[in-house]
């Protein structure tokens, strides 16, 4: 495929269409299992505790997303490596609470959307197709010709390519960019987007936090917030960490309406690797101020066992939904060590 492959306006294709050209597979569902390798710089072992994902048919799943990375189908193309991912635009309703729901759009039966991830250079070809009743697009945040900028309607019932190189390095996003584009993102339109820097960041504990907002009567006022889909989820289901192990957490603010938010860790501080375009952190501190789109890496250990809070902030964001807690759970081998002493 040319490394500037467009589709125009006239060149959608249907599914059908695509199917019969290969491009649309079963494959494309990625491998998000090699989450835990594909970073790893030395030979430090990652402690990270089995999760109790249960089962549900819900567009979303908090505790599946937070460890559940899609690297696409590789390939090699010319010498390059190439990520190939599928995103299907769809509609869906989501339970916010046991008496509120709220008619959504996702992308892949989910919100929010895949987190996907590459590393820098490689070339990364999205087919997107588009079967939720409305105009979408995708656009990606990052460097790419004007042709890729995800700006253009794609119909319903059509598809498109994106193709162009991961570069640079960073946590960046991608969300439909159809007018009214605050409408089509805080519908359910919207995802992380990790590129990896060329020498890989030390292992770790790696955990996606997205923060969003949900305007149930449309009054442009968000009415309940959410850490990765659902109000209150981590604060019922704590995301267990191991004592001592370095967490990096990758945390994107896409809450439309509210022109800022906050997140604050208790009882610890974080370094900030702004927009995770750097390997060397700007800052330490336990809350940072986020404007939408905004997304930062940041990374710290808890010393002590038990469960501590992360939140905005803002005491209504956090009340109405955007609360949860990490319960950290004890080193038994590091409290032996100490004994040992």
């Known amino acids: 495929m040319p490394n500037n492959f467009v589709l125009g306006k006239e060149q959608l294709f249907s599914r059908r269409q695509l199917l019969k050209l290969g491009i649309c597979s079963a494959g494309f569902a990625g491998t998000a299992a090699l989450w835990h390798t594909l970073n790893s710089q030395s030979k430090s072992i990652v402690k990270v505790p089995p999760l109790e994902i249960t089962a549900t048919n819900q567009v979303a799943n908090p505790m599946q997303m937070l460890r559940n990375f899609d690297y696409g189908v590789v390939k090699q193309e010319n010498g390059r490596t190439v990520r190939e991912f599928q995103l299907t635009a769809g509609t869906s309703v989501i339970q916010l609470n046991s008496a509120v729901s709220y008619n959504v759009w996702d992308l892949n039966g989910r919100i929010p959307g895949p987190t996907l991830r ?20 995708l656009h990606f945040h990052g460097v790419h010709p004007a042709e890729m900028d995800g700006i253009r309607p794609v119909s319903n019932g059509s598809a498109t390519i994106y193709e162009f190189d991961a570069e640079p390095y960073g946590v960046h996003l991608y969300h439909c960019h159809i007018e009214p584009v605050t409408r089509h993102i805080a519908k359910g339109l919207y995802g992380m987007f990790i590129i990896d820097p060329p020498t890989p960041r030390p292992s770790a504990d790696e955990i996606v936090l997205v923060m969003a907002g949900y305007d149930v009567n449309d009054d442009s006022h968000n009415e309940y917030y959410a850490f990765n ?11 267990p960490i191991y004592q001592n192990q370095l967490i990096r957490l990758y945390v994107l603010n896409i809450i439309e309406y509210d022109t800022a938010v906050t997140f604050h860790l208790h009882a610890n501080f974080f370094d900030v690797y702004r927009s995770g375009m750097t390997m060397t952190p700007s800052e330490k501190t336990d809350v940072i101020t986020m404007g939408v789109a905004e997304r930062h890496i940041l990374e710290f250990a808890f010393r002590y066992p038990g469960k501590y809070m992360f939140h905005p902030h803002q005491d209504a964001i956090a009340e109405n939904g955007c609360m949860g807690q990490f319960e950290v759970i004890a080193d038994n ?3 032996s060590s100490l004994k040992n002493s």
């Open 229 to 239: 889909g659902l109000p209150h989820h981590f604060m019922d289901n704590p995301i």
């Open 333 to 335: 081998s590091s409290q």
């Open 118 to 137: 590459a590393k820098q250079g490689d070339r990364v070809r999205i087919l997107f197709l588009n079967k939720a009743g409305h105009s979408h697009s």
